[in-house]
C-alpha cells in the first residue's frame, strides 16, 4: 500500500507539469523572387592600344622630347633625329623634279609645233614622231621626280618620330647622340593606352556548358538585351568604382586549362588599373525568376566546411540541411541548393535548439527576443 501510494505520488507532479514549453524560434520564411545570377572569374588587365615606337630611317637622334612617364596625345613629337642628310635629299629631289618640269614644257611646245608642220609636209613624219616621243619621255621625267620628292618628304617627315596612339609614354631606350636605324628590333618607347582598359575573363568550359544548360531550359532568363555589366574587384579585396562591359567571348577553349576567356572593356580615367593586375570579376550571366535568398544569420557550417541552416518542418520539428550557397547580397545569402520556396529557416536562438526538438516558431525578435550574434560569415 505504501509503495503504491508513493508510486502513486510520484506520478501525480509529472502530469500536472505537463513537460517544458517549445523553445521559441525566430524563422524566415524563403519566398522565390527573381536574382541576378553573377559569377566571379578571374581575370587579368591589359592595355587597350599599345604601340612600340621604332625609327623608319637611319640618323642620330638629336633630342628626346618628352617626359618618361608622361601622357601623350597621338601625333607628338617625342624624337628629332638629325635631318640636315634628308634635308639635302629633299632639296636635290625638289631641284630635279624643276628641271623635268622645265624639259617638259619645252618638249610640249616642240611636240606641238611639229604636229603641225608634219600636216603641211613641212617636216617629215618622222621628225615629228621623234617630238611627240621626246614629249612623253619629259613627262615620264616630271611623274619620277614627283615620286623622288615625294619619297624624300616621307623620309625628311620620318626624322620627327611621332606617337601613333595617344596614352602614357613609357622609359625612353635611347637617349640623345645614339644611332638608330630603319625597323630596328628593339623599340625606342612604348605607348600604352590606358583608359579604356581590357579585363580578359576566362571560365571554364564546363561551366559556361552549364549556363548554357539552365538557359535552354528556361531557368534562367539573359540579364539585358545589349551588354552584359560586369563589376571588378581589385587585388586587396575593395570594389572598383566603374561597371564594365562584356565585349565577347571566345570562340575556342584553350587546350591547356580548359578555359573560354571573356573580354570586358573598362573605364579607368584616373589609371588605377595598370596592364598585368590580377582581378576578380562579377559577371551577370542572367536572371533566375525563382531565386532564394537565406539571412546569413540563419547559415552556420559543419566540421567539414559545409554550409548547414536549422529549419523548422511541417510538425514544429528542427530540422538540420546541408545547403549550398553563392555570393552574398546585403546580408544574404544566395542558395544554389538544398532548401525550397516555403522552407522556415531559423534565424533566432540557433544555439538554443537541435535537430529533432520541438519549437514554437515566432517572427524574427518577436516577443521582446533579442537576435543573437550571427555566425561567422562563409569562409571566414
Known amino acids: 500500500m505504501c509503495l503504491c501510494a508513493l508510486a502513486s505520488g510520484c506520478a501525480e507532479p509529472e502530469q500536472g ?30 592595355a587597350y ?70 600636216k603641211i609636209e613641212a617636216v617629215s613624219k618622222q621628225q615629228g614622231d621623234d617630238a611627240q616621243s621626246a614629249y612623253q619621255q619629259s613627262r615620264a621625267s616630271v611623274a619620277s621626280a614627283q615620286a623622288a620628292l615625294k619619297s624624300a618628304r616621307i623620309n625628311l617627315g620620318y626624322t620627327r618620330i611621332t ?16 644611332l638608330v636605324t630603319a625597323n630596328q628590333a628593339e623599340a625606342l618607347t612604348t605607348v600604352v593606352q590606358l583608359d579604356p582598359i581590357y579585363v580578359d575573363i576566362t571560365q571554364s568550359s564546363a561551366e559556361l556548358l552549364a549556363l548554357k544548360r539552365r538557359f535552354a531550359a528556361g531557368q534562367l532568363q539573359r540579364a539585358g538585351q545589349n551588354r552584359i555589366s560586369v563589376r571588378l574587384l581589385l587585388e586587396d579585396g575593395s570594389d572598383y568604382d566603374a561597371a564594365g562591359t562584356l565585349e565577347f567571348t571566345g570562340v575556342s577553349v584553350d587546350q591547356s586549362t580548359g578555359a573560354v576567356t571573356l573580354r570586358a572593356v573598362f573605364p579607368n580615367p584616373d589609371h588605377l588599373l595598370l596592364p598585368g593586375m590580377y582581378v576578380q570579376a562579377l559577371v ?20 567539414h566546411g559545409e554550409a548547414v541552416a536549422m529549419l523548422v518542418n511541417a510538425d514544429n520539428k528542427v530540422e538540420q540541411r546541408t545547403i549550398e550557397i553563392g555570393r552574398a547580397i546585403g546580408d544574404q545569402w544566395v542558395v544554389k541548393s538544398g532548401l525550397s520556396a516555403g522552407d522556415r529557416v531559423i534565424v533566432d536562438h540557433l544555439q538554443k535548439v537541435r ?12 516577443g521582446g527576443m533579442q537576435t543573437p550574434d550571427g555566425p561567422p560569415a562563409f569562409g571566414e
Request: charged share 15%.
Open 284 to 303: 551577370e550571366q542572367g536572371v533566375d525568376q525563382r531565386g532564394l535568398l537565406v539571412p546569413q544569420v540563419g547559415v552556420t557550417h559543419n566540421p
Open 49 to 118: 592600344l599599345i604601340s612600340e615606337v621604332r625609327p623608319q630611317i637611319n640618323g642620330i637622334i638629336q633630342k628626346r622630347l618628352f617626359d618618361e612617364g608622361a601622357t601623350v596625345k597621338a601625333g607628338s613629337v617625342l624624337y628629332q633625329i638629325d635631318p640636315a642628310p634628308y634635308q639635302a635629299a629633299y632639296d636635290s629631289a625638289a631641284a630635279s623634279l624643276s628641271s623635268a618640269e622645265a624639259n617638259l614644257a619645252s618638249a610640249q611646245l616642240l611636240a606641238e609645233r611639229y604636229s603641225e608642220l608634219v
Open 17 to 46: 507539469n505537463g513537460g517544458p514549453p517549445p523553445t521559441e524560434v525566430g524563422v524566415v520564411e524563403l519566398d522565390a523572387q527573381p536574382i541576378t545570377v553573377t559569377d566571379k572569374l578571374p581575370g587579368r588587365t591589359s
Open 163 to 178: 606617337a601613333p596612339i595617344g596614352g602614357q609614354v613609357s622609359t625612353s631606350a635611347y637617349t640623345p647622340g645614339a
Open 355 to 366: 535537430p529533432g526538438a520541438e519549437v514554437k516558431p515566432v517572427p524574427p525578435g518577436a
